[in-house]
């Protein structure tokens, strides 16, 4: 090892200087970036599952609200207007045909709730959507 005298400039490895970097560029078969449309295809997917199941009370109802929304949200954050149109039409249709089932279905439920409670009251017979029920036959 050599020593610097003083005054003396220590020995330095020259550094040679960077190359030059070319510009980023994507390569052949490079994907572009692609729009987000996750919300598109969930509220297409839960649109079309509201109206096939919209014969299940609460349960179509739910899935095409739940679609509906996802769609109109999508729709404003400019996703895929294809998906998220169907989503729309689907859910809107859904909810519609969920709605009227599941309402109806309730009333039936009440109805029957209504009879059942009128024969362990002790009526001989009830009435239900117009005709007429013995309770001994219900109750055993």
Avoid: H, R
């Avoid at 692609?34 to 919209?54: D, E």
């Avoid at 014969?55 to 899935?63: A, E, K, N, T």
């Avoid at 439920?109 to 001989?124: E, S």
């Amino acid at each position: 090892m050599s020593e610097n005298l003083p005054g003396e400039q220590p020995a330095s490895n020259p550094v040679p200087p960077a190359a030059p970097v070319p510009p980023a560029t994507p390569g052949y078969g490079a994907a572009a970036a692609q729009p987000k449309k996750g919300l598109a295809i969930t509220g297409m997917a839960l649109g079309i599952a509201g109206l096939v199941l919209s014969w299940v009370p609460i349960l179509g109802v739910v899935l095409a609200l739940v679609g509906l929304v996802l769609s109109i949200v999508a729709l404003v954050k400019k996703q895929p207007k294809g998906f998220a149109l169907t989503g729309l039409i689907t859910g809107a249709i859904g909810l519609i045909i969920g709605a009227f089932v599941t309402i109806a279905f309730f009333a039936v439920l009440g109805l029957g709730v209504d009879a059942a409670q009128a024969c362990l009251d002790g009526a001989a017979t009830v009435e239900i959507g117009g005709q007429v029920i013995d309770c001994s036959t219900v109750t055993g």
